[in-house]
């Protein structure tokens, strides 16, 4: 498994696991990470990284507004 280490400066109010977390979200947002691997990634179980998605800003529902109208004809 490939290992990143960053240097983050002091004055960044983050925590190994907040920075963690954030990354997380992030690939899960963008489609590089199933819900659950994100989980993993964040350190949490699924149900806690659903819990948390909203408080930063990411829907559980990664859709685009083209695929939501496809699905909507498709049904």
């Not at 960044?12 to 997380?24: C, D, N, W």
């Not at 949490?44 to 109208?69: H, Q």
Request: charged share 20%; proline share 5%.
């Amino acid at each position: 498994m490939p290992m990143l280490q960053l240097h983050i400066p002091d004055f960044v109010p983050l925590g190994t696991r907040e920075m963690a977390f954030i990354l997380a979200t992030r690939l899960y947002e963008t489609g590089k990470l199933s819900l659950g691997q994100a989980a993993d990634l964040a350190g949490v179980s699924k149900r806690t990284f659903v819990e948390l998605l909203g408080d930063y800003g990411v829907s559980l529902f990664n859709y685009a507004p083209g695929e939501i109208e496809q699905d909507f004809r498709n049904a």
